[in-house]
């Protein structure tokens, strides 16, 4: 057994993101996003779900903050829905949009916690989406809009700002493999709106930084994974580290480096896409930003797959126990993930934006009992120590979620929250994990 004991300055939190949760999608004025659409197209999303309802986090956030309150969370990171504020993307402001988030944030700092606040976690107006979406650089000047109005508005209140979540996702998830809106396919498109995304991101910092908002922090939250490889083979390696390249160095290298790695720009042109930089994009995309969010969920033993078209990198199955979403729980993972980062972007700090575990355990005599979600946190929170021991800067850790939500294009078919949500009652129970967390808060210690 080993005790496992964190620093006591390292900050907690729990995550959520406006579409998942909040509901209220026809109230208050609020326009309709990519995700309206997407999940109203039949066949998109499992069992036809929506985020219409969700968990009415808009009209139930005081019960919520009172619930990450209990918790105990230094930070609650949240998203702001684009279309609340802009109803059509740009242009007219929706005040009631704005007043809703006053109220939530105001509530938080009321009871301690910390509003962490992510600009974009992939609800993008349908007005721009009609226009071109992310693929039209015009949507880079919209955000940069929409992120400096959210500045100026609650810079006195917020501090810690994200401005794009997963830009993976954004880009190929949602562009090229299709599974998230706005579902298109095409692989140039997808390579364009990953490098509109960032400058997007760099743009942002710029104002951020014109506005000059007082102990302000700006960061960006990535995805990761870990590929380990299956042999000593070269194709295995290569494989290895171009899907780890795919998802955290295409990323990372311009944010850090203001380059693309050039073994992808390869790659991807041999697939038939380019990536198109205006002049000045690079220098803008390097702005410096003053943490690095990072999200990991899992990672696997991998090798080369022959025929096997844009990803080429398949994953072995050594055994490892899954989440209920089928995803391997790879520790270890995480751990070089984080060292891998570490030793190549050099010392920004990091928060761990996010980090969870999908369990479909139910309601039994009003408690429920998410064994599983316990052991992947614990096993999880062991490996970030290993990592902070060995020198990554990591100063918080933030997990997905504070509540069961609408999870993608898995509706609410999958579990991720601390907090049960009853779907029909909108009932929230807390869950075992959810006490578990409370305790390592407060104790910053527990045995694995
Ligand atoms: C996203 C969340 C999502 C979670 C679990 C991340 O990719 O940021 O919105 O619910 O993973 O899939």
């Given at each position: 057994?080993?005790?496992?004991?964190?620093?006591?300055?390292?900050?907690?939190?729990?995550?959520?993101?406006?579409?998942?949760?909040?509901?209220?999608a026809?109230?208050?004025?609020?326009?309709?996003?990519?995700?309206?659409?997407?999940s109203?197209?039949?066949?998109?999303?499992?069992?036809?779900?929506?985020?219409?309802?969700?968990?009415?986090?808009?009209h139930?956030?005081?019960?919520?903050?009172?619930?990450?309150?209990?918790?105990?969370?230094?930070?609650?990171?949240?998203?702001?829905?684009?279309?609340?504020?802009?109803?059509?993307?740009?242009?007219?402001?929706n005040?009631?949009?704005?007043d809703?988030?006053?109220?939530?944030?105001d509530?938080?700092?009321?009871?301690?916690?910390?509003?962490?606040?992510t600009?974009?976690?992939?609800?993008?107006?349908?007005?721009?989406?009609?226009?071109?979406?992310?693929?039209?650089?015009?949507?880079?000047?919209?955000?940069?809009?929409?992120?400096?109005?959210?500045?100026?508005?609650?810079?006195g209140?917020?501090?810690?700002?994200?401005?794009?979540?997963?830009?993976?996702?954004?880009s190929?998830?949602?562009?090229?493999?299709?599974?998230?809106?706005p579902?298109?396919?095409?692989?140039?498109?997808?390579?364009?709106?990953?490098?509109?995304?960032?400058?997007?991101?760099?743009?942002?910092?710029?104002?951020?930084?014109?506005?000059?908002?007082?102990?302000?922090?700006?960061?960006?939250?990535?995805?990761?994974?870990?590929?380990?490889?299956?042999s000593?083979?070269?194709?295995?390696?290569?494989?290895?580290?171009?899907?780890?390249?795919?998802?955290?160095?295409?990323?990372?290298?311009?944010?850090f480096?203001?380059?693309?790695?050039?073994?992808?720009?390869?790659?991807?042109?041999?697939?038939?896409?380019?990536?198109?930089?205006?002049?000045g994009?690079?220098?803008?995309i390097?702005?410096?930003?003053?943490?690095?969010?990072?999200?990991?969920y899992?990672?696997?033993?991998?090798?080369?797959?022959?025929?096997?078209?844009?990803?080429?990198?398949?994953?072995?199955?050594?055994?490892?126990?899954?989440?209920?979403?089928?995803?391997?729980?790879?520790?270890?993972?995480?751990?070089?993930?984080?060292?891998?980062?570490?030793?190549?972007?050099?010392?920004?700090p990091?928060?761990?934006?996010?980090?969870?575990?999908?369990?479909?355990?139910?309601?039994?005599?009003?408690e429920?009992?998410?064994?599983?979600?316990?052991?992947?946190?614990?096993?999880?929170?062991a490996?970030?120590?290993?990592?902070m021991?060995?020198?990554?800067?990591?100063?918080?850790?933030?997990?997905?979620?504070?509540?069961?939500?609408?999870?993608?294009?898995?509706?609410?078919?999958?579990?991720?929250?601390l907090v049960?949500?009853?779907?029909?009652?909108?009932?929230?129970?807390?869950?075992?994990?959810?006490?578990?967390?409370?305790?390592i808060?407060?104790?910053?210690?527990?045995?694995?």
């Open positions: 057994m080993a005790i496992i004991q964190l620093p006591q300055d390292l900050k907690f939190g729990v995550a959520t993101a406006a579409y998942q949760i909040e509901g209220a026809n109230e208050d004025g609020r326009g309709q996003s990519i995700w309206d659409t997407f109203k197209t039949p066949g998109k999303v499992d069992n036809g779900d929506n985020g219409d309802i969700a968990c009415d986090s808009y139930r956030y005081e019960e919520d903050v009172q619930l990450i309150k209990e918790l105990g969370t230094d930070m609650y990171r949240f998203s702001v829905s684009w279309p609340r504020i802009f109803p059509n993307g740009t242009g007219e402001v005040q009631k949009g704005l809703y988030y006053h109220k939530l944030v509530a938080l700092i009321q009871n301690d916690i910390e509003p962490m606040c600009l974009y976690h992939w609800d993008l107006p349908q007005a721009l989406q009609d226009k071109g979406g992310w693929a039209n650089r015009d949507t880079i000047e919209a955000f940069v809009q929409y992120a400096e109005l959210m500045f100026q508005e609650f810079g209140k917020i501090k810690k700002w994200i401005t794009i979540n997963e830009p993976w996702c954004v190929f998830l949602s562009n090229y493999i299709g599974e998230h809106a579902g298109h396919t095409d692989l140039q498109l997808a390579v364009d709106v990953s490098h509109h995304l960032l400058v997007a991101h760099g743009k942002a910092v710029k104002a951020f930084r014109r506005l000059g908002i007082e102990n302000g922090e700006i960061g960006i939250a990535p995805n990761s994974t870990w590929k380990e490889p299956f000593t083979e070269q194709e295995d390696k290569d494989a290895c580290q171009r899907e780890i390249g795919f998802i955290i160095d295409w990323f990372f290298e311009p944010l480096k203001g380059q693309y790695p050039d073994y992808l720009v390869e790659w991807y042109k041999q697939k038939g896409a380019t990536v198109h930089i205006a002049e994009d690079m220098k803008l390097q702005e410096p930003i003053d943490f690095v969010g990072i999200n990991y899992d990672g696997s033993v991998a090798r080369y797959k022959k025929n096997s078209g844009l990803f080429d990198c398949e994953m072995i199955d050594m055994g490892y126990n899954r989440t209920d979403i089928g995803w391997p729980i790879y520790p270890e993972g995480f751990y070089k993930m984080l060292t891998y980062v570490h030793n190549k972007y050099g010392d920004t990091i928060y761990i934006t996010e980090n969870g575990a999908c369990y479909n355990d139910d309601v039994h005599n009003n429920v009992n998410d064994i599983g979600r316990i052991n992947y946190l614990k096993t999880h929170i490996a970030l120590q290993r990592a021991d060995s020198g990554v800067p990591v100063k918080g850790y933030i997990c997905w979620s504070l509540l069961d939500n609408f999870e993608w294009a898995k509706g609410y078919t999958m579990r991720f929250g049960h949500i009853n779907y029909r009652t909108l009932e929230r129970t807390p869950k075992d994990s959810y006490y578990w967390y409370q305790k808060i407060q104790n910053k210690w527990y045995e694995l």
